[in-house]
């Protein structure tokens, strides 16, 4: 069993920036991908960031060229930087393990983004 423990969520004003964090509770081998879902109010989860053990990463049209995932290897430790920020970003965003037959997901961190 792996545990997902996700940080940085907030409110920020239009415009801004967050950093979400996600740091399993071991360190992962194998093939996998670390994605970022989120989910706002009335709205199905989407996957926002996706970054595969072989280092191919996507994202959603909706975030691309403001939001950058990356890991740290040594901190064992996927980061979800979030720039120029928007209202509708606002949603909880859950780190997600996916290695293909399980998936993990953390406990979701709140974004408000909001004047």
């Known amino acids: 069993q792996v545990e997902l423990v996700e940080s940085g969520g907030g409110l920020v004003q239009p415009g801004g920036s967050l950093r979400l964090s996600c740091t399993p509770s071991?360190?992962?081998?194998?093939?996998?991908?670390m994605n970022w879902y989120r989910q706002a109010p009335g709205k199905q989860r989407e996957l926002v960031a996706r970054?595969?053990?072989?280092?191919?990463?996507n994202y959603v049209d909706s975030v691309k060229g403001r939001f950058t995932i990356s890991r740290d290897n040594a901190k064992n430790t996927v980061y979800l930087q979030m720039n120029s920020l928007k209202p509708e970003d606002t949603a909880i965003y859950y780190c997600n393990l996916d290695m293909s037959k399980t998936q993990y997901w953390g406990q979701g961190t709140q974004v408000t983004v909001s004047s």
């Open positions: 970054r595969t053990s072989g280092g191919n990463i």
């Open positions: 071991a360190r992962i081998v194998g093939i996998y991908a």
